[in-house]
């Protein structure tokens, strides 16, 4: 995607002192302004005779009953140390030729919720529709606004939305503008702020170029010259306590041995050293003095002794009284120890009323008590944990995981997809189109993906999967096959995931709240049988699942065993329902689908680092962010696992991998296998079924290098996927193929 986005300097910047490096804070006023044409878009009619729009690069104006929108954000940078005072934008809006609909959008849902936040979120989007399509409630004509702005480490930076089409429901004209014009006035921070950005600027950056999110990336490299200031390692803190600080002696040395430099501090020392209203505010003055030297923290201990901030979202704590329960909100969120930018004063909890994070507006309220900070400094992960031999495991577990280069193990994954329930909007909300999508766009390998979804019951799914989604199969398949990586879409709680079944007793074909079963997809307690030896890195869309005050906690419990990584919502989540078609429709969906494509599919920016792709993620789908919903789920999304940790592995500095050709593996239509191996040796060539069952030997035995052929005997086998596997010199790779009778 290209934009056209010419920037025009408005001010002469005035002269600054250049550090050693060449890069200082700026200290004067200045503006810039830049040209923007918008991208291409698209008119479609859709059945009920409403018109869809979509714009090349937009997201959707997700706002319950309001037409759906496309809005388009970029974010800019600014000299280092300044911030934005002002953002105006000049264009005109011709009207498109014709009468247009356009539709409106559907309430996000919560994953998990009784049938009266249902009926309060539809009342929502009916009252809403109500009022916006008769012209009753007018939509603003602004053609844009600033969405957030501060600091991600050193580079300042400002985010816009900008509000391309215009729609008048009275008239069903509909208007977009083609260019428009966006000056950003500019003034230095304050003293102490810029002493503190002042620090990364001294100490080096993380990346040899400036953050891709940025569109004015030629003004920013001549700003902060990050090619030059290139840190020569990564750094990792670990947060933990005196009882566990020896158990990191020997994941530090391994960490260095990677290229690391780290840092083990515990609560205590922190407790002395740093001050603060409680144990939380401590720590994360701590982490301010220390983080220009660091990229992650892996905290290691249990919430009792290394405690999550409560993030409130809503005013005062006032959310509205359908979402005002334990389940739902407020959240348990390690966000708080990432944003670093500007102390809890000017930030978390900006209005001082120690409810932090108060982003959204209470009835009557005209302005956010707090401003967020989720432009993160560090990567933030956990291990929840107050076992020491649990504790001791997971760290091998990290080492072992990274250590392996087996990309066959690597790419493939295991895919879940569950029926949420049967809703107004849509026949059924069946996340195995979600799940689909991700295969389809190539966000997960399907030749190497193991699929299961909802078969049972009145109105399963339509989409076809390797097995039915029960509990013993999808124990057996995490447990017996090798795949690095995990994706459930399902209902959830704080100890398991939990499937949707709708039997029609009464067979009157209306999904009564009384016909709904829920039987349990995984629980915690199928955690020791899954694979500890080829763990994954889970993503759970599932609600609840990352709830760290339950003793049993699902992710945890997963950490604890089949996972390095598990990517969990500590509170409910929330989806998009019935509108998800493209990354930018918004529910955590877009979540999932930045942070795979961030972690799988982007080495150039992230190296396949877990922390980097989740908070990269989070960070776009926060500036992107419509509705509450998503503000919730950026909260409540959390990481249990080393935020450090790269997918692909990654050899010691101290070790040189051994020079080999490459291996090939494929299957044609009529099941001849070919493969080739990268030097003389043992072999062995098997082929399983989707249960992690062996079914047939191919080949066993000394083969000689390079490229072999072999004709596999597919008669006695059912119709059904199968894997074929090839494990040669320590290196495997694995192959999905079809049998059809």
Same mark, same amino acid.
């Given at each position: 995607?290209?934009?056209?986005?010419?920037?025009?300097?408005?001010?002469?910047?005035?002269?600054?002192?250049?550090?050693?490096?060449?890069?200082?804070?700026?200290?004067?006023?200045?503006?810039?302004?830049?040209?923007?044409?918008?991208?291409?878009?698209?008119?479609?009619?859709?059945?009920?005779?409403?018109?869809?729009?979509?714009?090349?690069?937009?997201?959707?104006?997700?706002?319950?009953?309001?037409?759906?929108?496309?809005?388009?954000?970029?974010?800019?940078?600014?000299?280092?140390?300044?911030?934005?005072?002002?953002?105006?934008?000049?264009?005109?809006?011709q009207v498109i030729p014709g009468e247009y609909v356009i539709e409106a959008a559907k309430p996000q849902l919560p994953r998990s919720g009784s049938q009266e936040v249902f009926q309060a979120l539809n009342s929502l989007y009916e009252e809403n529709l109500e009022l916006v399509y008769s012209g009753v409630l007018r939509l603003p004509t602004e053609l844009g606004r600033i969405q957030s702005e501060g600091e991600c480490r050193e580079y300042s930076l400002v985010t816009v939305q900008l509000n391309p089409f215009y729609y008048d429901p009275l008239s069903n004209e509909l208007s977009v503008v083609r260019s428009l014009t966006l000056r950003i006035d500019y003034e230095p921070v304050s003293a102490e702020h810029r002493a503190f950005i002042q620090t990364f600027l001294d100490k080096g950056t993380?990346?040899?170029?400036?953050?891709?999110?940025?569109?004015?990336?030629?003004?920013?490299?001549?700003?902060?010259?990050?090619?030059?200031?290139?840190?020569?390692?990564?750094?990792?803190?670990?947060?933990?306590?005196?009882?566990?600080?020896?158990?990191?002696?020997?994941?530090?040395?391994?960490?260095?041995?990677?290229?690391?430099?780290?840092?083990?501090?515990?609560?205590?020392?922190?407790?002395?050293?740093?001050?603060?209203?409680?144990?939380?505010?401590?720590?994360?003055?701590?982490?301010?003095?220390?983080?220009?030297?660091?990229?992650?923290?892996?905290?290691?201990?249990?919430?009792?002794?290394?405690?999550?901030?409560?993030?409130?979202?809503?005013?005062?704590?006032?959310?509205?009284?359908?979402?005002?329960?334990?389940?739902?909100?407020?959240?348990?969120?390690?966000?708080?120890?990432? @944003?670093?930018?500007?102390?809890?004063?000017?930030?978390?909890?900006?209005?001082? #009323? *120690? $409810? !932090?994070? %108060?982003? +959204? /507006?209470?009835?009557?309220?005209?302005?956010?008590?707090?401003?967020?900070?989720?432009?993160?400094?560090?990567?933030?992960?956990?291990?929840?944990?107050?076992?020491?031999?649990?504790?001791?495991?997971?760290?091998?577990?990290?080492?072992?995981?990274?250590?392996?280069?087996?990309?066959?193990?690597?790419?493939?994954?295991?895919?879940? @997809?569950?029926?949420?329930?049967?809703?107004?909007?849509?026949?059924?909300?069946? #996340? *195995? $189109? !979600?799940? %689909?999508? +991700? /295969?389809?766009?190539?966000?997960?390998?399907?030749?190497?993906?193991?699929?299961?979804?909802?078969?049972?019951?009145?109105?399963?799914?339509?989409?076809?999967?390797?097995?039915?989604?029960?509990?013993?199969?999808?124990?057996?398949?995490?447990?017996?096959?090798?795949?690095?990586?995990?994706?459930?879409?399902?209902?959830?709680?704080?100890?398991?995931?939990?499937?949707?079944?709708?039997?029609?007793?009464?067979?009157?074909?209306?999904?009564?709240? %009384?016909?709904?079963?829920?039987?349990?997809?995984?629980?915690?307690?199928?955690?020791?049988?899954?694979?500890?030896?080829?763990?994954?890195?889970?993503?759970?869309?599932?609600?609840?699942?990352?709830?760290?005050?339950?003793?049993?906690?699902?992710?945890?419990?997963?950490?604890?065993?089949?996972?390095?990584?598990?990517?969990?919502?500590?509170?409910?989540?929330?989806?998009?329902?019935?509108?998800?078609?493209?990354?930018?429709?918004?529910?955590?969906?877009?979540?999932?689908?930045?942070?795979?494509?961030?972690?799988?599919?982007?080495?150039?920016?992230?190296?396949?680092?877990?922390?980097?792709?989740?908070?990269?993620?989070?960070?776009?789908?926060?500036?992107?962010?419509?509705?509450?919903?998503?503000?919730?789920?950026?909260?409540?999304?959390?990481?249990?696992?080393?935020?450090?940790?790269?997918?692909?592995?990654?050899?010691?500095?101290?070790?040189?991998?051994?020079?080999?050709?490459?291996?090939?593996?494929?299957?044609?239509?009529?099941?001849?296998?070919?493969?080739?191996?990268?030097?003389?040796?043992?072999?062995?060539?098997?082929?399983?079924?989707?249960?992690?069952?062996?079914?047939?030997?191919?080949?066993?035995?000394?083969?000689?290098?390079?490229?072999?052929?072999?004709?596999?005997?597919?008669?006695?086998?059912?119709?059904?996927?199968?894997?074929?596997?090839?494990?040669?010199?320590?290196?495997?790779?694995?192959?999905?193929?079809?049998?059809?009778?």
């Amino acid at each position: 995607m290209k934009y056209r986005i010419s920037p025009l300097c408005l001010a002469l910047l005035l002269p600054i002192l250049l550090s050693a490096d060449g890069v200082s804070v700026f200290n004067s006023l200045g503006s810039l302004t830049f040209s923007i044409e918008m991208p291409v878009y698209e008119l479609s009619a859709l059945e009920d005779g409403r018109t869809n729009i979509r714009m090349e690069g937009a997201r959707i104006e997700n706002i319950p009953g309001y037409p759906r929108l496309p809005v388009l954000v970029y974010t800019f940078a600014l000299p280092p140390g300044t911030k934005a005072v002002d953002v105006r934008i000049d264009g005109n809006r011709q009207v498109i030729p014709g009468e247009y609909v356009i539709e409106a959008a559907k309430p996000q849902l919560p994953r998990s919720g009784s049938q009266e936040v249902f009926q309060a979120l539809n009342s929502l989007y009916e009252e809403n529709l109500e009022l916006v399509y008769s012209g009753v409630l007018r939509l603003p004509t602004e053609l844009g606004r600033i969405q957030s702005e501060g600091e991600c480490r050193e580079y300042s930076l400002v985010t816009v939305q900008l509000n391309p089409f215009y729609y008048d429901p009275l008239s069903n004209e509909l208007s977009v503008v083609r260019s428009l014009t966006l000056r950003i006035d500019y003034e230095p921070v304050s003293a102490e702020h810029r002493a503190f950005i002042q620090t990364f600027l001294d100490k080096g950056t993380i990346s040899g170029d400036v953050p891709a999110s940025i569109y004015n990336k030629t003004q920013a490299r001549d700003w902060y010259r990050p090619s030059q200031r290139l840190l020569a390692t990564r750094g990792l803190i670990i947060l933990t306590t005196e009882k566990f600080k020896s158990l990191t002696d020997s994941y530090v040395s391994w960490k260095k041995s990677t290229g690391f430099h780290v840092t083990v501090a515990t609560v205590e020392e922190i407790q002395t050293e740093s001050e603060g209203v409680d144990i939380q505010q401590k720590i994360r003055n701590w982490l301010r003095e220390h983080v220009a030297d660091y990229e992650y923290l892996l905290i290691i201990g249990h919430r009792w002794d290394v405690p999550w901030r409560i993030l409130t979202l809503f005013n005062n704590n006032s959310a509205p009284s359908w979402v005002d329960y334990d389940e739902c909100y407020p959240h348990p969120s390690d966000i708080y120890y990432a @944003g670093l930018s500007e102390p809890d004063s000017a930030s978390w909890n900006l209005d001082q #009323d *120690s $409810y !932090y994070g %108060e982003t +959204l /507006l209470k009835s009557g309220a005209k302005m956010p008590q707090d401003v967020a900070d989720l432009d993160a400094e560090l990567y933030v992960g956990r291990i929840n944990s107050m076992s020491a031999d649990r504790i001791s495991d997971i760290l091998a577990r990290f080492r072992s995981f990274e250590e392996s280069t087996d990309h066959a193990y690597k790419e493939s994954s295991v895919v879940v @997809g569950g029926i949420l329930g049967y809703y107004s909007y849509v026949d059924k909300w069946d #996340d *195995s $189109y !979600y799940m %689909e999508e +991700l /295969l389809d766009r190539d966000i997960l390998d399907r030749s190497t993906a193991i699929t299961l979804y909802e078969k049972e019951g009145s109105n399963p799914s339509e989409f076809d999967c390797d097995l039915a989604f029960t509990q013993s199969n999808l124990v057996a398949t995490l447990s017996s096959n090798d795949v690095g990586l995990f994706v459930e879409s399902n209902h959830g709680s704080e100890e398991s995931i939990i499937r949707t079944v709708w039997f029609d007793e009464n067979e009157d074909s209306i999904p009564d709240w %009384e016909e709904i079963e829920n039987p349990a997809g995984l629980e915690n307690s199928d955690a020791p049988e899954l694979n500890i030896y080829h763990p994954n890195v889970a993503f759970l869309l599932s609600c609840l699942c990352g709830h760290p005050e339950s003793p049993t906690c699902f992710a945890q419990a997963l950490l604890n065993y089949g996972s390095v990584g598990v990517v969990a919502c500590t509170r409910v989540a929330w989806g998009a329902e019935g509108d998800w078609g493209e990354p930018g429709d918004g529910g955590d969906y877009d979540l999932c689908y930045y942070f795979l494509d961030n972690y799988l599919h982007k080495p150039e920016e992230y190296d396949y680092v877990l922390g980097d792709a989740l908070a990269q993620a989070r960070s776009r789908y926060w500036s992107e962010s419509m509705w509450m919903g998503d503000f919730c789920n950026v909260y409540g999304y959390n990481f249990f696992g080393d935020p450090s940790l790269r997918h692909f592995g990654h050899v010691s500095i101290e070790e040189s991998p051994p020079e080999m050709l490459p291996m090939t593996l494929e299957i044609d239509e009529n099941h001849t296998v070919s493969f080739g191996i990268p030097k003389a040796g043992q072999i062995e060539l098997y082929a399983w079924d989707v249960a992690g069952r062996r079914v047939q030997k191919l080949c066993h035995g000394n083969m000689p290098q390079g490229h072999h052929v072999i004709s596999w005997d597919t008669s006695g086998l059912p119709s059904g996927s199968y894997f074929v596997t090839l494990d040669a010199s320590g290196n495997k790779k694995v192959v999905k193929t079809v049998v059809l009778r």
